[in-house]
């Protein structure tokens, strides 16, 4: 039986515990186990149950506080990234071993684990050994994708997690829920983007002509991959986390190992629906 991952990825802040807590809420909604493992050795707070938290194995504190090797916050969070990635064997333990177990992955902010760090390649390639399905889910923050300069920005950081990590990848726009009706207008061209036009807005801006040429590459070469759309992602509509989901579901085809299982309660009282769908119906 397969396993499914989702690996929560994105920049700081860009809403990747929400997006966790969101989602075990909407799938226990729906009847659906989904479980959390916390990756990121800084977290304080977590609104959704954790299954499994890094700072069992080690937390960033600690490492800044160790007189012999004197990281800061974003040395000491690679450094505990890399100790982690030798010692995967805590993450095989603390997971063990349930049948069609969904587990999602909230993983740190640092977006250099992302761009060229191997850490998160690794995680990737030993989940598949013990037989994950794994889809990377990228987010970025809506509010910093309404201008063509910054959403050129949030989808580089997007394509070069997807091109580092080989698998497949959701892009999403989280925060949706903060936009006025004006920008929502504005973003949906940003969804899937025409990358010709946006050279068009960002060049018509640029004085010089280097840059102007540079901006047109980017373009183009986001362009020719032609892989990076992004989905919206309202945590406070169901609907639009409903289609986020099974974006995802269809990408690790979820589902289609699955065996019908009869919910308990119904079978005790299935005798009791069945008399109860074929009583005469009541004179009225
Ligand atoms: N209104 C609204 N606020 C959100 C949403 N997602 C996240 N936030 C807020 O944005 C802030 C950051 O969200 P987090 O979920 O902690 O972001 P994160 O990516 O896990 O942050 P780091 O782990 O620090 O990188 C919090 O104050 C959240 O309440 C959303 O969909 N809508
Ligand atoms: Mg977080």
Not at 5 to 31: D, F, I, R
């Amino acid at each position: 039986m397969p396993r499914y991952a989702q690996l929560v990825m994105g920049p700081a802040g860009s809403g990747k515990s929400t997006y966790c807590a969101t989602m075990v809420q909407h799938c226990e909604a729906l009847g659906r186990a989904v479980q959390v493992v916390n990756l990121d050795p800084a977290a304080e707070l977590f609104s959704y149950p954790v299954m499994a938290d890094i700072r069992e194995l080690i937390e960033v504190d600690d490492v800044m506080e160790d007189e012999s090797l004197r990281f800061g916050p974003n040395g000491g969070l690679v450094f505990c990234m890399e100790y982690f990635a030798n010692n995967f064997n805590w993450l095989e333990e603390s997971l063990g071993h349930v049948e069609d177990d969904y587990i999602l992955f909230d993983c740190p902010g640092q977006i250099e684990l992302y761009t060229h760090l191997p850490v998160m390649k690794q995680l990737v390639e030993q989940l598949q050994q013990w037989e994950f399905r794994v889809c990377g889910v990228f987010l970025v923050d809506s509010q910093f994708m309404v201008e063509s300069f910054k959403f050129i920005s949030g989808i580089l950081a997007a394509l070069s997690a997807m091109i580092s990590l080989e698998i497949p990848q959701i892009n999403i726009m989280t925060k949706m829920d903060l936009l006025s009706k004006k920008a929502k207008k504005e973003i949906e061209k940003y969804l899937d983007p025409d990358m010709y036009s946006m050279i068009e807005d960002s060049t018509n801006i640029l004085k010089s002509k280097m840059f102007k040429k540079l901006t047109k590459s980017i373009c183009g070469l986001i362009d020719d991959y032609g892989m990076v759309r992004f989905l919206p992602f309202d945590r406070s509509d169901e609907e639009s986390i409903n289609i986020v989901l099974q974006h995802i579901d269809f990408t690790i085809q979820y589902g289609e190992d699955l065996e019908f299982k009869e919910p308990k309660e119904c079978e005790e009282d299935k005798s009791a629906l069945v008399d109860e769908y074929f009583q005469d119906p009541v004179d009225e």
